[in-house]
Each structure stands twice: as C-alpha cells, then as structure tokens.
C-alpha cells in the first residue's frame, strides 16, 4: 500500500527555516510527479512546489500559481528516492499552512496527512 508520511512541521519565527520531509514507500519516484501543497481554513489546497521524480534535472515551475514562494521554497529528493523534500527559508507569517506532499503517478494522486507549519513571532 502506498504511504506519504511527511516530518518537519512546526513552530519559527518570521525570517526563519523549516525542511519538510515527506517519505513514500511502496511506489518509485521514476515516473512520478512529486509535489508539495499547503491549505489555510476556509482556502483550497494550493500547489506550492513540484518537481520530476525521474530526476532528470527537470523541475516543473508552476510560478504563476505561487510567486509568494519563489526563490524561498526549493523542492528536492534524496538519492535513495524514497524521501522528497520542501526547504522553506525566510518565511513568512502568511506561509502558515498545513502542508501537504502528494504523489501523482499515472494519473493517481497520493497524500500525506499534512504537517502544520506556524509562522510567527
């Protein structure tokens, strides 16, 4: 059965980092898309950050879904290709969120249950 589990969430203050790690098991990253969203109460779940699992050197850039991140949030994986990961520097009180990774395979979505991420001071 495929799991996303994902670790990092927490507490910092504005200007701050957190690295989000969400590990999949029981499906490979080859033919996958790899994606991190986040929801706020009342907001749909919005695409933060996605990238190719082949790991080709291909990263998808979906900048007009949210400027807000560009250049603070980078998306990678681990060579084992079991864990992929969101690194989130400089935040913001507005990247509050609960976070969420989601694998998309062959037309499949697959979550995590999300991880809270609070920014303030």
């Known amino acids: 059965q495929v799991q996303l589990v994902e670790s990092g969430g927490g507490l910092v203050q504005p200007g701050g980092s957190l690295r989000l790690s969400c590990k999949v098991s029981?499906?490979?990253?080859?033919?996958?898309?790899l994606s991190w969203y986040r929801q706020t109460p009342g907001k749909q779940r919005e695409l933060v950050a996605s990238?190719?699992?082949?790991?080709?050197?291909?990263?998808?850039?979906?900048?007009d879904s949210v400027d807000s991140v560009k250049g603070r949030f980078t998306i990678s994986m681990n060579n084992a290709k079991d864990t992929f990961y969101l690194q989130m520097d400089n935040l913001v009180p507005e990247d509050t969120a609960i976070y969420y990774c989601?694998?998309?395979?062959?037309?499949?979505?697959?979550w995590g249950p999300g991880t809270q991420v609070t920014v303030s001071a």
């Open positions: 990238m190719l699992g082949g790991g080709r050197g291909m990263r998808l850039d979906f900048a």
């Open positions: 029981e499906i490979s990253f080859d033919l996958a898309i």
């Open positions: 989601n694998l998309q395979e062959s037309g499949v979505n697959y």
